[in-house]
């Protein structure tokens, strides 16, 4: 077959005609390497080259060129690279690399009085951390949704859905989204919303980078606050950990905590684990000295947000919100820090860990959406079951409600209004004598986790979903939204070239391509 030597040559010529009409960067050796490895740290995909390009009509004529390659050249955006299983991967093809180079492309936030909506317009391949940087110093502003940590780029995580403690209330990122520009796989830019070319919108918010690559998110603010109250308390029996988490999203107005998560402790590495050094070492816990009977602990995450004005009251406030709630008394571990330290919590983990050695290591990460229906099951067969002792990391579970979701976006989640988030977050650490921390282990029990679901007949769904073959993609999908996504991949990326690295779609087996047809 000469297509890979056409397909170089056809690059080659490609990229002589874009320097002699911008300054975009020619990839590098080592930038190829890069971008053939992620967080996840066991896969590798390497492209033929990696595109930094100065502006969405780079990425246009990018695509375009590609399109014209026989078979067509797989292209696929690169935030961050923080994907688990080489999601942002194009092997053989272009990766177009969104963030990084110091670029600053935001416009300062907008007050529109007319629309009574205040925003910012940010690059796609903008990291929230400089998003929230920017929206502070420019009117003490702020994102209202979030993820957990914020060294991810805004079009990564809106190609996913982007949640956190704040999804209960505000909905998932992906629902705090006004405007997108995208660049779609036919290489049109196009903006699109809930009233302009909607179906464009719906289809790239959760989209797996499958129909086009976002240049521009409009995202939505409100004032930043200045304080937060966070809080930490324990229980040992599930059902009343899962009711008083289902309770709490429920409450609307100003008598709700504004953040809400939770995590399951397992063993006593875990209490001082990666995430904080909540508990330790003015708080030291021992799981033992906890009581309740139980083994296994679920740990209750809250936050109030407030401002020095009504420091006053804060306690107040903090004290009958949690007169509610059946936790195992004495079990309070409380904090009180500034918002952005809050926001900005894992990367202090994540110094950490680096300087240890440990954060760039394999991260077998699973991610499920479990119906809250099933929630006990999954606790007696995977919690107290599969996992043993060891957990190798944190395991957050926390619940949602679809009703902040958007039915219309290509996010797949569980047919239940109230759905867990259960992440299972885990390090593996090569050559370590403990076979518990192993590659091997950690996969295996993931392997065992979701079999677990399949045989007790639990519809859950995985976050930043890996399946392999189109035929477990439909499954993931269902028969409706698999037609839907399908419909939309042969209107805005006929040729397959987009996001490749999912393993949904490639050019070379393109459902909407035959020789009959003229693409
Ligand atoms: C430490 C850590 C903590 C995390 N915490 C959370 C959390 O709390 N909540 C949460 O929801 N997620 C979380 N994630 C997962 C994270 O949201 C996803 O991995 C996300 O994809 C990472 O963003 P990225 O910019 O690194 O994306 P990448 O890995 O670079 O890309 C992910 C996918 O999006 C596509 N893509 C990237 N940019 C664009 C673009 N501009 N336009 C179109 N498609 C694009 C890529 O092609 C790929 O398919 C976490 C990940 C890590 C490593
Ligand atoms: C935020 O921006 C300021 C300059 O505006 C910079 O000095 C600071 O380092 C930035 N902080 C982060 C966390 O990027
Ligand atoms: C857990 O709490 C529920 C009530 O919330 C109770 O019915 C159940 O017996 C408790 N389980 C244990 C093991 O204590
Ligand atoms: C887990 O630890 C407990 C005591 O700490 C022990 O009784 C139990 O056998 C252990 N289970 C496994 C699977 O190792
Ligand atoms: C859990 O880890 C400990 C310490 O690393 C180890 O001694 C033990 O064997 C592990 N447990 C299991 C069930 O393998």
């Excluded at 990564?156 to 405007?179: C, D, K, R, W």
């Excluded at 002792?389 to 047919?415: A, F, K």
């Excluded at 999908?477 to 949904?504: M, N, V, Y």
Aim: charged letters at 20%.
């Amino acid at each position: 077959m000469p297509s890979a030597t056409h397909n170089l040559l056809l690059l080659l010529l490609f990229i002589h005609r874009l320097i002699s009409i911008s300054t975009v960067g020619l990839s590098l050796p080592s930038q190829t390497l890069s971008a053939a490895v992620d967080f996840g740290a066991t896969t590798h995909s390497l492209p033929l080259a990696v595109l930094r390009p100065s502006s969405p009509s780079d990425i246009a004529s990018l695509i375009r060129s590609a399109r014209l390659s026989s078979p067509p050249l797989p292209i696929s955006a690169r935030g961050h690279g923080h994907s688990i299983n080489g999601q942002a991967g194009a092997r053989g093809g272009i990766v177009v690399a969104m963030s990084g180079g110091g670029r600053r492309r935001m416009s300062p936030p907008v007050n529109s009085r007319e629309f009574g909506k205040t925003y910012v317009d940010v690059w796609g391949g903008e990291l929230w951390i400089d998003v929230l940087n920017w929206t502070l110093a420019n009117g003490g502003l702020a994102p209202r949704s979030w993820t957990d940590y914020l060294y991810l780029s805004v079009g990564g995580t809106l190609s996913n859905a982007g949640i956190s403690g704040q999804a209960f209330h505000y909905g998932p990122q992906i629902s705090n989204v006004f405007e997108l520009d995208v660049v779609t796989g036919k290489g049109e830019l196009v903006t699109c919303s809930q009233d302009e070319n909607s179906e464009l919108f719906h289809a790239v918010l959760g989209g797996l980078g499958q129909f086009g690559i976002i240049t521009r998110a409009r995202i939505a603010l409100e004032p930043a606050p200045e304080r937060v109250r966070w809080i930490r308390v324990l229980y040992s029996n599930f059902s009343s950990f899962t009711r008083d988490q289902e309770q709490l999203i429920s409450l609307h107005g100003q008598q709700r905590f504004d953040y809400i998560e939770g995590f399951v402790i397992v063993d006593e590495g875990l209490i001082n684990n990666w995430r904080s050094s909540f508990f330790s070492p003015s708080n030291p816990v021992k799981i033992s000295s906890i009581g309740g009977g139980g083994r296994v602990l679920y740990c209750l995450e809250l936050t109030k947000n407030y401002h020095h004005t009504s420091a006053d009251s804060i306690d107040e406030e903090v004290e009958g919100l949690l007169r509610e709630l059946d936790f195992i008394p004495a079990s309070v571990f409380t904090t009180d820090l500034p918002y952005v330290d809050f926001l900005d919590r894992v990367h202090k983990s994540e110094l950490k860990l680096r300087a240890k050695g440990l954060w760039e290591v394999p991260h077998p990460w699973l991610n499920l959406f479990v119906p809250a229906s099933r929630i006990e099951d999954f606790d007696r067969g995977v919690f107290r079951g599969i996992l043993g002792n060891n957990t190798s990391g944190p395991i957050l579970i926390y619940p949602m409600n679809q009703h902040r979701w958007d039915e219309r976006s290509s996010v797949v989640l569980p047919e239940e209004e109230i759905f867990y988030l259960v992440g299972f977050l885990r390090s593996a650490v090569p050559g370590s004598d403990d076979r518990t921390k192993s590659l091997e282990y950690l996969s295996d029990q993931n392997r065992q986790i979701l079999k677990f679901c399949e045989s007790a007949g639990i519809d859950a769904k995985q976050y930043l979903p890996s399946h392999r073959g189109r035929s477990e993609w439909r499954r993931h999908f269902g028969p409706d939204k698999w037609e839907t996504f399908q419909r939309r991949k042969a209107e805005f990326d006929p040729s397959c070239i987009l996001g490749t690295g999912q393993g949904i779609f490639h050019p070379s087996s393109c459902p909407f391509t035959s020789s009959l047809l003229p693409s």
